[in-house]
């Protein structure tokens, strides 16, 4: 049994959802060769890494990203902070030559996102960027049936992401816990939080995006920030709503908030072919919507497909038929998927250069939105 050994950055709700992926893939895919080995965690906080450690059972813990990544008994740097760290990291383990998994979205922008596939690519480390949604098995599944060509010519794909927990305007921002609602930090809002995800899944599914025409509101305008004290201008995008084309002829339209009220996390997405539809939604993640024209027309109409049989996406691993698997499993499918490509030699995707392509989409939706004007995506999409 061979082993990687982990090095992990933070230690709030991405640390928690890896560190327990590691935990269970020894016992659910014992199949693989590699197995990981939770060497150590790094977070700011003296009191909480080392709570983190035992709790996890991480066998070391350090207060220093720096000497994390320097560290002799890590093979792999997984990145699980703030998105403003992302770069520095990543590069700094890279350099040397640690594999890197990094939390979504890569950067705050592509100029600082470049560096990061370059020192990847340079250093010939393997990576892969935690857009954990494909490897919902449903997710999957729409996956095998799109590229099965059931649905046909694609005319439209139509993705949400909808929550609401930033309604109160007495909501601060900034600081350890509200990081997401200051742009230096964050990067963008909703663009990368939330759409990033979308347009993650989307190109995986359709192809590429070519160009975007997009509207964003800051509904709060001023916040206090947490670290200054001082009311401060919001800089993040509350709402954004987007409308494309993609390569396949198809268009797109994407929706994402913090502002619908009553929505929690509904991410959702429509694909309309030819001669079939496909439609997903997270808070019923183990069912894939499909209508297929096809059918004698007396009995048509949406399936209402259970995601949960040994033959579709990753269940064998899980259950008896029947029995439904939850959020938590997509990221021990993309860790399971990442230690199997270090025995095949193939890129785990999402890569760094794959999640650069979607955070050329959220630059180009920003941009767009500032400049009321469309906007050419220069995607370059496998
Ligand atoms: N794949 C997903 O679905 C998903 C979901 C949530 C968050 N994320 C991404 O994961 C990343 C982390 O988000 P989160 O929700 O876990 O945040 P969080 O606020 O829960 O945790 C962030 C952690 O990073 C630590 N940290 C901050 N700066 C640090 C530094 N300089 N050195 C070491 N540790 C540092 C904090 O102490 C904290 O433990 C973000 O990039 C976010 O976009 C992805």
């Given at each position: 049994m061979k082993k990687l050994r982990i090095g992990l950055i933070g230690t709030g709700f991405m640390a928690r959802a890896h560190s327990n992926a590691y935990k269970r893939i020894g016992d659910f895919f014992p199949e693989l060769e590699y197995?990981?080995?939770l060497q150590a965690v790094?977070?700011?906080?003296p009191e909480k890494v080392k709570a983190f450690a035992k709790q996890w059972e991480y066998m070391a813990h350090e207060t220093n990203w720096q000497a994390m990544v320097n560290r002799e008994d890590i093979d792999a740097i997984d990145i699980c902070a703030p998105n403003d760290t992302h770069a520095?990291?990543?590069?700094?383990a890279a350099n040397a030559g640690k594999m890197v998994l990094c939390e979504k979205p890569l950067a705050r922008t592509v100029a600082e996102a470049m560096p990061m596939v370059e020192a990847v690519e340079n250093n010939g480390v393997k990576n892969t960027v935690w857009y954990n949604y494909r490897r919902v098995p449903a997710v999957t599944l729409a996956k095998q049936v799109i590229d099965s060509g059931k649905l046909?010519?694609?005319f439209h794909y139509r993705a949400n992401f909808l929550q609401d927990w930033?309604?109160?305007?007495n909501l601060p921002?900034?600081?350890?816990?509200l990081w997401r609602l200051d742009v230096k930090a964050a990067g963008s809002g909703v663009t990368g939080d939330l759409l990033a995800h979308c347009i993650d899944t989307a190109m995986w599914l359709n192809g590429g995006i070519v160009d975007v025409s997009a509207v964003t509101e800051t509904f709060i305008k001023e916040r206090i920030h947490q670290e200054t004290g001082k009311m401060e201008p919001v800089g993040i995008d509350d709402a954004c709503i987007f409308h494309c084309h993609f390569e396949n002829g198809s268009?797109?339209?994407?929706?994402?908030?913090?502002?619908?009220?009553?929505q929690k996390a509904l991410k959702t997405f429509e694909i309309n072919g030819e001669h079939a539809s496909i439609r997903w939604d997270l808070h019923d993640q183990n069912r894939l919507g499909y209508f297929d024209h096809g059918d004698d027309s007396v009995v048509r109409g949406w399936r209402n497909i259970h995601v949960s049989d040994s033959d579709q996406p990753y269940i064998d691993h899980w259950w008896i038929p029947g029995v439904c698997i939850g959020y938590e499993h997509t990221f021990v499918h993309h860790a399971a998927d990442f230690l199997k490509s270090l025995e095949t030699g193939e890129p785990c995707s999402p890569t760094f250069q794959e999640a650069m392509e979607t955070q050329k989409v959220c630059e180009a939706v920003l941009e767009s939105a500032k400049t009321r004007s469309w906007q050419d995506t220069n995607v370059s999409w496998i």
């Open positions: 197995r990981p080995v790094c977070s700011r906080s520095e990291i990543a590069i700094a046909g010519q694609i930033t309604i109160n305007p921002q900034g600081g350890e816990a268009l797109g339209l994407f929706e994402a908030t913090r502002y619908a009220r009553g």
